[in-house]
């Protein structure tokens, strides 16, 4: 017996994620889009944080001893060298309990200047877990790959042998007919972007809920020290007593042809160095390597090769540079980017063509068709908000022109949202009951 499917149920189902969910929808996929470009911003609206590429990079030893200088009391929690090279060495350092992000230029050891807060942390703060803390906006995020992906399949199901219709734009038969057939024509385009974003996205939400033991497996826990000296000083600074360029070496000889991108310093001689980087071993992120030290004696305590990585540390390791988009550099981050673009106007259109298809219909009650669903899209936006500013102004003390260039991009999007389709819309309507 041949079941046969309902086309009318797979499009009610798109519909509903895209309409129901637009509000969280947008602002999960427009933020994504905005993080895979974040660094390019730092370096565009922070002239500090700026660095012209030469051959050399600088004594770690000597950055440090600049460090010093100028934060003396100062804790460095990460040291990363971005993989951009025109980049400042990103420096989280807390003194008299102030975090701030220092930065360093690797080619010449001088200390730049500081940020409370850069582009980078802000969108991925945003797009991780919409700044509302103990996981729950991580949870709603992440539910979303799994829309993501149901709305993919049910619009490949609905819309009839679209791989035929890859160049067809229709046009001159008026904006809904011209949206309507936009909507379809970067839908198509963007499937295997869809399809990755959904995919790695369904992956983080495996691997927050350690599902299947997924999470213990791919993040080993630090080893601890047991044989260091207990007559050595416990409050002790270790950001500024550590041999970095010796630490450096040590990895590189631990892991065949490693490039040091990252580490964290021990935070007491209990605790390892954490020592992270690139290797020969492509795609992967520089987490797929890690080599741990002891701080009492420089020995390597333990060694994680991607080479020898498993299957499912592999996968979780090409996870970031495959959703964001940077495994490939430059290039490949402007193309994440646009297509970002498109799946973000997918929502917006999507919004667009059925609030004017039923307004062109005199159906005036069928335009508030988000309902109830239109409170709680707005209702997790205001909880993130008053989380948001709680972030910025408490944790991480941002300036107030950043303050208020942040609310002013907010409100630009509130206006934009609210004359497109409340304003414009209602004139649609006016316009139909007078003819």
């Avoid at 798109?14 to 895979?36: D, N, R």
């Avoid at 730049?112 to 850069?118: E, K, P």
């Avoid at 909507?183 to 295997?192: D, T």
């Avoid at 605790?271 to 797929?288: E, F, K, W």
Wanted: net charge positive.
């Amino acid at each position: 017996m041949k079941i046969k499917i309902n086309k009318k149920t797979f499009f009610k189902i798109h519909s509903w994620i895209g309409i129901k969910l637009s509000i969280l929808f947008f602002i999960v996929c427009f933020s994504g889009t905005l993080a895979t470009l974040s660094h390019e911003m730092d370096w565009l609206f922070i002239p500090n944080i700026r660095a012209t590429p030469q051959k050399k990079f600088a004594s770690k030893n000597l950055i440090i001893s600049n460090l010093q200088k100028i934060y003396p009391n100062g804790k460095i929690t990460y040291w990363l060298r971005q993989e951009e090279p025109y980049l400042c060495d990103l420096l989280n350092v807390v003194e008299n309990k102030k975090r701030i992000y220092v930065f360093a230029n690797p080619y010449t050891g001088d200390i730049q200047g500081y940020a409370n807060l850069t582009f980078q942390r802000f969108f991925r703060d945003l797009h991780y877990f919409l700044f509302i803390p103990n996981q729950v906006g991580n949870y709603i995020v992440l539910t979303f790959g799994f829309l993501l992906f149901i709305s993919l399949l049910t619009a490949l199901f609905f819309y009839k042998k679209w791989w035929r219709k890859l160049f067809i734009l229709q046009t001159g038969k008026g904006t809904l007919v011209f949206f309507r057939s936009l909507h379809k024509l970067v839908g198509i385009w963007s499937i295997p972007f869809t399809l990755l974003f959904s995919i790695t996205g369904i992956w983080y939400f495996i691997e927050r809920t350690n599902i299947a033991d997924v999470a213990k497996k791919v993040n080993p826990r630090s080893p601890k020290i047991t044989n260091f000296n207990t007559k050595i000083d416990s409050t002790l600074n270790l950001s500024y007593t550590i041999d970095y360029d010796k630490i450096v070496r040590i990895s590189e000889q631990a892991i065949p042809n490693l490039q040091v991108q990252g580490l964290n310093p021990a935070i007491s001689y209990k605790n390892t160095i954490y020592v992270r980087g690139t290797s020969d071993v492509p795609l992967v992120r520089q987490r797929a390597n890690r080599v741990y030290i002891n701080p009492n004696t420089y020995e390597v305590v333990k060694i994680q090769n991607a080479k020898n990585s498993s299957t499912i540390m592999w996968i979780n390791d090409i996870a970031d540079p495959l959703h964001f988009g940077y495994w490939g550099g430059l290039v490949t981050k402007i193309i994440w980017f646009i297509m970002g673009l498109g799946i973000s106007s997918l929502v917006l259109s999507g919004i667009w063509i059925t609030l004017k298809r039923k307004a062109i219909n005199k159906r005036k009650n069928s335009i508030k068709i988000i309902g109830i669903w239109k409170y709680i899209n707005w209702s997790i936006y205001g909880v993130m908000m008053y989380f948001m500013y709680f972030k910025l102004i408490i944790t991480y003390r941002t300036s107030t022109i950043a303050i208020v260039s942040i609310t002013a991009g907010w409100l630009i999007f509130i206006g934009l949202a609210y004359y497109i389709f409340i304003y414009r819309l209602n004139k649609v309507i006016s316009k139909t009951d007078h003819s």
